[in-house]
């Protein structure tokens, strides 16, 4: 088949509820309330023969009942009615259906010939498939959230298809908790019919898509995937995480999705060749997420440390070489810039150690200095919101009034360390605007801060610099793909 | 030497601050500050010449000046004047000196004469000394908070010692942010007296301490250090997380601490054979850190899989097998032990999936059933805590009566939903106290989540499968050493 246009899935107008329960807890209300909950767009229209109306909404007996158009169809119904339901989609001229229903080719032979029916049935009609077994999509466009979980995303420019619900959710819920937004989202469910290189071909040209999440499992359709996950690569980055790299992983994942895992190894050169970006932990896959959307790509290896403690800049420079980037020297004319306004003892040289310099100006003259270094790619800035510096002398203490003066003073001193990421942070955005350099920042402390600041100052940042080297030796990997694709090829092919 | 005993200067009852000061933000008035807002049970007596009274207290002239004796000092004065006050701190008799003064070794040839001389000075009179270059002590049971931050810790069993200040204090900070409690803390600084093998040596034999962490840059010692990381290993886990492993880290952390990297590939082979627990980041160093004190070892390393969502019941898999665990299929008697209370698709293997069931009572019936498991040594529980189904229907939706009918149904269920907790985490803590076997929950959640379950159930918890899963490896290395050195050797030695 060809590749489906999949923009009437992802941002229909009128929607129709098949099997639309009143009753809590299934999941034919849950997902209607999502919907209505996340104030969508568009109209949707409810059908049970058994109800009149249903969550404010007039019911319908049957699809056929509804007065003009469906672009999709969400189906909540058993198993067994499914063929049915998909028969009278058809007639109805309803283009995609998102088969929420379980207990297909998932749960054993059985639901395997059931699933093949309703395929069957489907291709019949021209009528194209999400799922079974589906947890829901979700679209930023049209505001929809026809999704199991009653996550909220973020909106953005992030789009996932994952073979897992559970694991798709969850990262809404998680880029939600980081800051990170979401365009489109779609549980591929069985994959009976529209496949993840279905999914993969369509974000791979959507407009609004910036990066492309993948949870994948089965490998059923590797052959198809490799031009597809190129053709994708090339515009946008594809971080992909694999469910089944290992034998274990494997098993588990035949009695899950009923997906055969393959060959990991040869799976994973292929996506290497494709330029796809493959992630090893759901952690990374977040941490990569938020900084593929926001940042702009390093043009090589190299990079600047900037740390306010010697420890961090050591266990920074061990993290890259670990990764394979370089921590270049620093130019003597550079130390000489540098010289004026920090401590004499100061390391001299890259990662640049501020030894414990507090204030504000040498901080962001540094970063400036070392994201100008032409002989750098990329900046990690530890300590740049410096949550560690909160001080917590709000407790009572007793004691005399000259103790109580110097808390007092120490508190002014904390007030005027919480008005640091404003001038930081804003400086930070700035130069990575004119230099189209990417800086990372570093700063300990909980999702919440780091969200604000991706929020509030579209800064980047990481509670440990671990973290920031991995995602950076990501980027670079992807930045030298797309160098090496970009590089007119005619010498070679001559 | 001999390995000096160190109680009196981690639990001093009378403290001098030598170089104490009026003038806020400088380290000689902070710490104090710290030591108070700590409220430190001995006694401390502030030393200036220039100052009558300082923080409400009577403020000496010299250390000779005190009336008794002193346990400790600690030093803030410039560089130059520290000769003199080791000297005079000597005549007083006072055995333990911190020396948060920098400009020593660290900064030169100049600094390291200095060194040199401040050490010969404090040998004549048999006096020890951390330091110079330290950022503080802590000890929870005198209360004592001898830092330069105003890190607060949490009171529990894990003591640290830091070849960095920064990494040390950050640690505790996270501590407390995480839940997991220190007794004692050292800043080493430049090390130029008591150094890593003196703290080891000393913490291997500590009773309150359950759990040592190290994180150290220099290699000077290593040769003193495998029979102290032996001895201290056989008796209590060690983390050791080594700074300056790789050329580019090893140059960095000369330019930090001095410290000469050496040979990283001789000195980790020497610390695995030590029995010292390897950690590669600082955040796997708190996930140990939190085990390890809270948790009993595992016996092997087979670990049961329970989860709520097949695709995280496979990236768990994957994330054993890829860190050396092994996953055994369920056998058929479990799973007809199983069969009654799940969904009849359930996974019926080894991570036992149960399909999305959200009630709690099977979810604590299969943790039990496997942590009973004989061919079992651990158990990682998903979903132990569910943060990821709150529901967020308290914004406000506007629509008919039977809309909002519906939203308060599900805020009752989210409800009943947080009662969950109880149930299943005090299951999972008896489970533990009973069978001896550790269980792990994943949660995903913020920072906050995971620091009430173990506060409030005792339970040890991670946001993600992976950081589960690499703790339990480390534990199951660490059990295995143990496992080895407590067999007989007789029999191989006849």
């Known amino acids: 088949m060809n590749e489906p246009n999949l923009d009437q899935l992802f941002n229909p107008q009128r929607i129709a509820l098949v099997g639309v329960s009143a009753t809590p807890f299934k999941w034919g ?96 009609h021209g009528l194209r498939l999400v799922g079974p ?33 559970n694991v798709g959710v969850q990262m809404l819920a998680w880029g939600a908790d980081e800051g990170i937004g979401f365009e489109k989202f779609v549980s591929s469910g069985n994959e009976g019919d529209l496949d993840s290189a279905d999914y993969l071909a369509y974000l791979g040209e959507d407009e609004n898509t910036r990066v492309i999440l993948a949870y994948m499992e089965g490998l059923g359709s590797d052959l198809d995937l490799y031009p597809v996950a190129r053709a994708a690569s090339l515009k946008k980055p594809v971080l992909l995480f694999k469910g089944g790299r290992t034998r274990t992983g494997g098993k588990a994942a035949a009695s899950h999705s009923g997906a055969i895992a393959g060959s990991n190894r040869i799976f994973s050169s292929a996506m290497h060749q494709a330029g796809v970006i493959q992630i090893q932990t759901s952690q990374a896959m977040m941490d990569c997420a938020k900084a ?10 190299r990079i600047g440390i900037l740390t306010r403690g010697g420890g961090w800049g050591v266990i920074t420079s061990d993290a890259c070489e670990e990764s394979g980037l370089s921590v270049p020297p620093l130019p003597e004319e550079l130390i000489k810039k540098i010289d004026p306004f920090l ?45 560690t510096m909160k001080f917590p ?66 800064v ?29 090829t005619s010498n070679i092919e001559h």
């Open 460 to 488: 980047v940042s990481y509670p440990t610099p671990e973290r920031a080297v991995s995602v950076m030796a990501h980027m670079v990997d992807y930045a030298a793909f797309k160098g090496q694709n970009e590089r007119p």
């Open 133 to 165: 077994n589906s947890m829901g999509i979700y679209s930023a466009q049209t505001e929809l959230h026809a999704l199991m979980p009653p996550t909220m995303p973020l909106k953005g420019q992030v789009s996932m298809f994952s073979q897992s619900g």
């Open 343 to 387: 401590p004499s003892y100061w390391s001299r040289g890259n990662p640049v150690d501020m030894v414990a310099t507090i204030s504000h100006d040498p901080f962001l003259e540094c970063i400036e200095i070392l994201t100008n270094w032409e002989d750098i790619d990329a900046v990690i800035a530890l300590g740049a919101v410096r949550a």
């Open 393 to 458: 002398f709000s407790d009572k203490v007793t004691g005399p009034p000259e103790v109580l003066g110097a808390i007092e003073t120490a508190l002014e001193f904390r007030k005027a360390m919480t008005a640091q990421p404003d001038a930081i942070l804003g400086g930070i955005k700035k130069l990575i605007d004119r230099t189209g350099k990417p800086i990372v920042a570093v700063s300990t402390g909980p999702d919440s801060l780091h969200r604000e600041t991706l929020r509030d100052y579209q």
């Open 292 to 301: 593929f959307s926001n940042l702009p790509l390093p043009q090589g290896n």
């Open 29 to 124: 209300s849950i997902i209607p309330l999502n919907i209505l909950k996340g104030h969508y767009k568009g109209s949707i229209f409810p059908v049970n023969p058994g109800l009149e109306r249903v969550l404010g909404h007039k019911c319908y007996p049957s699809v056929q009942e509804i007065p003009g158009p469906v672009d999709i169809a969400l189906v909540f119904t058993p198993a067994p009615t499914v063929p049915q339901i998909v028969e009278q989609c058809g007639e109805k001229g309803i283009p995609f259906l998102v088969i929420i229903t379980a207990d297909f080719s998932e749960t054993g032979p059985e639901g395997a010939a059931l699933e093949k029916r309703v395929i069957k049935i489907a291709r019949k």
